[in-house]
């Protein structure tokens, strides 16, 4: 199963808006005989290219053979046949399952699918990691909005900024994980004033991939940079975002902003980078709100990373 997820990665950027799976099948005698991964939204799934790479020479030992997907095999048609039914036409022995899948269409339908053929099932094995590689998935299917990141730079005695101006607080290489992070997401928000004071870019410059979708809060477009889409409120972005499909939004702040989605409760992930000085004076960071468990803390050139996820 780690196997599995290891090469569902590979998947981040091409699966979307499809979860990122992967695939491996095991002869009855512990060795691999096929592994794959979904690589793009509209092409086959992670069974598909598994049982595809599985050598002709091998293909008489599927039906001793264990196959293992990080996520449910999906039981309805979409732009691919169900794997499901392709997993009971290869009749392997057994399939490992990560976790059940969150879609509507699926949700348990595939395992049930595969047991009717008379196919051992075992589900939930790394569960909460193969449901943490496809948070954003779940997000989209449970909550029925994009997954959010609240992300701020802070200083020590926790001042986002100073009055009317800008104050750098990210190191070069705490600033490269920032377009990391960007570019592992689909859109990006920040609120008038920030963008009226900080004239931030919100492009991943220092990182490869794709820029995420930038969105700001503003009652009018006045002044505003053409590449930013603009919205009067919270509900009507996120109406959009559903819409578009797009799974993952980063909320940058600034503290107004960011304070408004703690409040509301519309938070799945808090990023805070504490640096190691104080200013005198400042606009002081959003309050943490009180169902946060720290789930990740480092030191990258003496400022502080923590991520946070609800308790």
């Not at 091998?58 to 392709?86: F, M, N, Q």
């Not at 049930?112 to 589900?123: C, L, N, S, Y």
């Not at 948070?135 to 029925?144: D, G």
Request: net charge neutral; hydrophobic share 35%.
């Amino acid at each position: 199963m780690r196997r599995c997820l290891q090469l569902a990665h590979n998947g981040m950027q091409n699966a979307k808006p499809n979860p990122m799976v992967g695939a491996v099948i095991v002869s009855s005698d512990g060795r691999i005989i096929g592994e794959g991964y979904h690589v793009r939204c509209g092409q086959g799934h992670a069974e598909v290219n598994a049982f595809g790479s599985v050598r002709p020479e091998d293909v008489p030992l599927l039906r001793e053979a264990t196959i293992y997907v990080s996520l449910e095999p999906c039981s309805h048609w979409g732009k691919t046949p169900p794997c499901a039914d392709l997993i009971v036409s290869k009749r392997v022995r057994r399939v490992v399952c990560g976790c059940i899948d969150p879609f509507a269409e699926v949700q348990g339908r595939g395992i049930e699918r595969i047991r009717e053929a008379g196919i051992e099932v075992t589900v939930g094995v790394l569960e909460r990691e193969c449901m943490e590689l496809n948070r954003k998935f779940i997000a989209v299917n449970t909550e029925h909005r994009p997954y959010i990141i609240l992300k701020w730079a802070e200083t020590k005695d926790r001042k986002i900024n100073i009055y009317k101006g800008v104050l750098p607080i990210s190191t070069p290489f705490t600033k490269m994980l920032v377009h990391k992070l960007r570019a592992e997401n689909d859109a990006i928000l920040v609120g008038h004033e920030t963008v009226n004071t900080d004239h931030p870019q919100l492009n991943i410059r220092e990182w490869s991939g794709r820029d995420p979708e930038r969105l700001v809060l503003a009652h009018s477009t006045e002044g505003m940079p053409g590449w930013f889409k603009c919205f009067s409120d919270i509900d009507t972005m996120l109406s959009y975002l559903r819409v578009s499909r797009r799974q993952s939004l980063i909320v940058e702040g600034g503290t107004i902003t960011l304070q408004g989605f703690i409040d509301r409760g519309l938070w799945d992930e808090i990023r805070v980078e504490t640096a190691p000085f104080t200013v005198e004076q400042g606009t002081p960071s959003p309050q943490l709100p009180a169902n946060v468990r720290l789930v990740e803390q480092h030191d990258y050139d003496g400022n502080i990373i923590c991520r946070y996820m609800r308790e």
